[in-house]
């Protein structure tokens, strides 16, 4: 037997160690791809969702900044606007029950159309709350270029900018945003919601729209009941101050339903809501979806007792020298929230009682 035929026999060590070796590296690419597609899977479990969460998250911005109302040159051009109070941010809400003259007035064109409803919405920069500062709108104050009237008259003979011009002037605060909705499509918003919760601190049945009662303690509004709680004033001693009540009750339960797990783990119902929104809402060029979603983002498991309402102090009611019944402003209690608004401390004021209960 040669030499070569003696090692290249396959029983030989050389060639056992190669079969090894070959086996080892079989083995070594098997547990490679195993390890790839494990990667690739855990990276699909990963990115899938994400990628299908943001075009969902684009899709539904898109949709709000299509559909939503925009209000061009919303703010005074006056060079003497309150200063900005860095991370704060205010929104102006006016509201009203006639559509088709709320967006006549959206640019500043007199159309004789009254705002129905002024809130003050402030965010401080810390986010710790929401703050709803109503404003009656029978309030008797300087409106620039016309002199003394009633707050509501603003809108009327200058739209959202002189509406802007005027809190400003009076709360001492610089607006943000504004905000115009149409409060006859709240009923649509609150059956998209599933029902908005407010608290009535009166039983009452509806003048305004007979067949609707209403229970002291909590009452879930759904449709045209919600129409006729925000509405009502025919039914209290104190009128449009219960009325502002009610009307911070609901602003307060539809943020509170918007902010709520039950709405932002629930596509369906927050696309749903986002678009009946939109529908009734008119809103100025700086507030795009992404600036809406961002705030949202930040108010992640708000409870409902971080939402404080107030109302401006009033000193009370009178006749104007032409014969309408207003609303003065107390001077001295209002001062407390100016400042408080410029200092962003608005909360810390109202938890400490420094602006009373709120309620007048």
Same mark, same amino acid.
């Not at 070959?22 to 990667?39: C, L, S, T």
């Not at 509405?231 to 911070?248: L, M």
């Not at 700086?286 to 309402?309: E, K, N, P």
């Given at each position: ?23 080892? *590296?079989?083995? #070594? ?14 990276? @699909? ?13 684009? =899709? @539904?911005?898109?949709?709000? +900044? ?7 040159? &919303? ?5 003497? *606007? ?32 009254? %705002? ?31 002199? #003394? $009237?009633?707050?509501?008259? $603003?809108?009327? =003979?200058?739209?959202?900018?002189? /509406?802007?011009? /005027?809190?400003?002037?009076? @709360? ?13 499509? !709240? ?11 407010? =608290?009535?601190?009166? &039983? ?24 006729? !709680? ?5 039914? !209290? ?5 219960? *009325? ?9 339960? /539809?943020?509170?339903? !918007? ?13 749903? %809501? ?15 979806? %992404? ?13 409902? +007792? ?8 009033? $000193? ?23 400042? &408080? ?9 109202? /938890? %400490? ?8």
């Amino acid at each position: 037997m040669t030499v070569s035929d003696s090692d290249g026999d396959d029983g030989s060590p050389v060639a056992a160690r190669s079969s090894r070796r070959q086996e080892r *590296r079989r083995a #070594e690419r098997k547990r490679r791809r195993r390890v790839w597609i494990w990667i690739t899977a855990a990276a @699909l479990v990963i990115v899938l969702p994400v990628a299908i969460i943001g075009g969902y998250l684009l =899709w @539904l911005g898109s949709s709000f +900044d299509d559909t939503v109302g925009r209000i061009r040159n &919303a703010f005074p051009k006056d060079a003497g *606007r309150p200063a900005a109070v860095a991370g704060a941010t205010n929104f102006l809400l006016i509201g009203s029950d006639s559509r088709s003259g709320l967006h006549d007035s959206l640019s500043g064109a007199p159309t004789g159309e009254r %705002s129905d409803t002024l809130m003050l919405v402030h965010i401080p920069a810390d986010r710790s709350g929401i703050v709803i500062v109503s404003l009656m709108r029978d309030l008797w104050v300087p409106i620039p270029g016309h002199g #003394e $009237a009633k707050l509501n008259a $603003a809108f009327s =003979w200058g739209g959202v900018p002189l /509406t802007v011009q /005027t809190v400003e002037g009076l @709360l001492g605060a610089r607006i943000d945003h504004v905000m115009v909705a149409d409060f006859g499509g !709240f009923g649509a918003i609150s059956t998209a919601l599933g029902g908005v919760k407010v =608290w009535s601190d009166k &039983a009452f049945t509806s003048k305004n729209m007979p067949g609707y009662s209403f229970e002291k303690g909590e009452n879930r509004l759904e449709g045209s009941a919600a129409l006729a !709680f925000v509405r009502e004033r025919y039914s !209290f001693a104190d009128a449009d101050y219960q *009325r502002v009540r009610n009307q911070q009750a609901f602003v307060r339960g /539809t943020l509170q339903g !918007f902010i709520s797990a039950g709405t932002l783990t629930n596509p369906g119902r927050t696309q749903s %809501s986002i678009s009946t929104l939109a529908r009734y809402l008119a809103v100025d060029e700086g507030m795009t979806a %992404s600036v809406a979603g961002s705030l949202a983002l930040g108010f992640r498991g708000l409870t409902s +007792d971080a939402i404080h309402t107030l109302t401006l102090p009033t $000193a009370g009611t009178g006749t104007s020298p032409d014969g309408q019944s207003i609303v003065y402003v107390d001077e001295a209690r209002a001062v407390t929230l100016r400042k &408080a608004l410029a200092s962003d401390d608005v909360i810390p004021a109202i /938890t %400490s009682g420094a602006l009373g209960d709120g309620r007048n």
